[in-house]
Structures are given as C-alpha cells and as structure tokens.
C-alpha cells in the first residue's frame, strides 16, 4: 500500500533583527535644539536691539541731524531719570513721575478699551448667531472702524466735554470694532455638524451658545482683544490731546509744544515696552485658555 508522502513544511524565514537603539549623543536630541531655540528667541531681539542703539549713536555723533530733532541715546536717558525722579526741586515731569503717568494712562486704557472690548464680543456673538441683527449692524461697525480717533475726538469732546469721558469714550470707540468683526467671523465659521450634534443630543439654544460656539470662537476672539488693545494704544495720544496731563500721551504731546525731544521719545519708548508687555500677557492669556490652538 503506497502513502502519499506529506507536504514539505514551509519553513520560516526569522526576522532580521532590529536595529539597535541609536544612542542619544550629550548635547544631542530635542532638549538641546529647544534649548539654542530658546537661546536664540532671546539673543536676537537684544541683539537688534543693541544694534539699533549703536546706529543711533554713530548717527548722532556723525551730526547727521541736529539734537534737537534726533538726540543721542545718553540724552535720552538722562531725560528718563529726569521725569522718573525728583531733580533740582521739580517732581517728574509736570509735578508726576513717568510711572505715575504710564499708570493713569493704562487706567484709561483699562476702562476705554474694557469696555469695548465687552461691548464687541456681546455684538459679536449677536451678531454671528442672529443674521438680520448682523445685516443692521455691520455696515455701521465697519463705518466705525474706517474712521481714525482724530475724526471724531473734537465731537466728543463738544458732547462729553475735557474731563475723563471723552477719553474713556475715544478708546472704547476705538477697541470695539476688531473684537466685533472677529467675533462675528468666528462665531459664523463655526462648524454646523458641531452645532447639529449638539441640537440632536436635546441642546437648548442657549447650551448651544455656550457649549460650541463660544469655545470654537474663542480663539479668534482673543485675537481680536489682541488687535483691539494695539488699536487702543495707538489712540492713546490722540485720546490725551486735551487735557491729557498727567497721562503719558498728554506728556508726550505738551512735550512736542516745547520741542522737548528727548521726553517725546522717552513717553513713546514707554508707550512701545508698557504695549509690549501687555501684549505678551495677553499671549499668555490666549495660550493658557486655548492650547489646542496651532495643533489640530
């Protein structure tokens, strides 16, 4: 009786080996390019800096223009001690430190651009959720945002008079429009599948608002808070023409009336860093509420 003889067994081919973990060099690896990342976001801007305050140097000491339109950076600084101290008698500038007119300044700015900043995103998200609200109204805010502070600060100072209010009034004018149009953009972008999920699981209206609209708006709301601010800073002097003093826009433009140069460019470096820091909290701010921005 013949058998049928059986099939060979494939035989099995072993896998090559892995290759050995490569190691990871001193120095080497995401911490030391994070690292020089972090050195080097540091080391240009002081570099820049420093570069620029050479230039102006050589430029003054060369007598490119005269002192009185472009001092050198030493009589910059000694304008800086000047108004920051009590000398010869005379506090600061005008009876007020620089600090102390940075920080009515700010205050202003707090109230003015505060309030419009409010008022934008409420108009905002009115008008990003309810469309005949936003035909109304977005004529008119665009209308508002075309117009510079200038146009209309004589106006508010003839119904407001030269206290406070025309001030206040000039910087919220000035902060409400960004935060509106940007509000208004991105509550219109928002995903409707997110927003009919949410209808379909039993949302009211109002959970809808809150729960997906004001979160997947949020980033370019914040945005607009950050380009309202900047509006806000620009609009500074012009919102302390009158009666600005104290006030580091008022300094800066009672300055400019004697030709003071020096403190004219001492109040703008301080407008400049005071802008600076304030922007890079509000970054801050933005990345703290929302982190997924830049990763999905």
């Known amino acids: 009786m013949s058998t049928t003889p059986a099939p060979p067994q494939a035989e099995l081919t072993p896998l090559p080996d892995e290759p050995p973990a490569r190691r990871r060099l001193p120095g080497s690896g995401s911490n030391s390019g994070s690292g020089s990342g972090r050195l080097r ?43 920051s101290t009590t ?5 600061g500038y005008n009876g007020t430190t620089l600090i102390e007119h940075l920080g009515i300044s700010l205050r202003r700015i707090a109230l003015g651009a505060g309030l419009g900043i409010v008022l934008g995103v409420l108009f905002g998200l009115v008008m990003g959720t309810v469309g005949w609200v936003r035909s109304l109204f977005e004529p008119w805010i665009t ?24 001030k206040i009034t000039l910087l919220a004018v000035a902060a409400f429009p960004p935060v509106a149009v940007s509000t208004t953009t991105a509550v219109t972008a928002v995903s ?22 004001v979160p997947s708006a949020l980033p370019e709301t914040l945005t607009g808070i950050r380009l309202a601010v900047g509006v806000a800073y620009s ?24 030709n003071n140069t020096p403190v004219v460019l001492v109040g703008i470096i301080a407008i400049g860093v005071s802008g600076l820091v ?8 933005e990345r703290a509420v929302v982190p997924w921005r830049g990763h999905v």
């Open 41 to 83: 976001h540091i080391a240009l801007p002081i570099g820049s800096l420093l570069l620029f305050l050479l230039l102006w140097q050589l430029l003054a000491a060369a007598g490119t223009w005269s002192e009185t339109l472009v001092p050198p950076p030493a009589k910059v600084w000694s304008a800086f001690i000047d108004v």
């Open 143 to 166: 209308f508002l945002r075309t117009l510079p502070p200038l146009a209309y600060f004589s106006l508010l100072i003839i119904w407001l008079g030269i206290n406070e209010e025309p």
């Open 278 to 285: 304030i922007d890079g909290l509000l970054l801050r701010l």
């Open 235 to 258: 609009s500074l002097v012009a919102a302390e023409l009158v009666n600005g003093l104290p006030g580091i826009g008022g300094m800066v433009k009672d300055a400019a009336n004697y």
């Open 192 to 213: 409707q599948s997110l927003v009919e999920a949410a209808r379909a699981l039993g949302a009211s209206r109002w959970d809808v608002i809150k729960d997906v609209v």
């Open 87 to 91: 000398h010869d008698g005379v506090r």
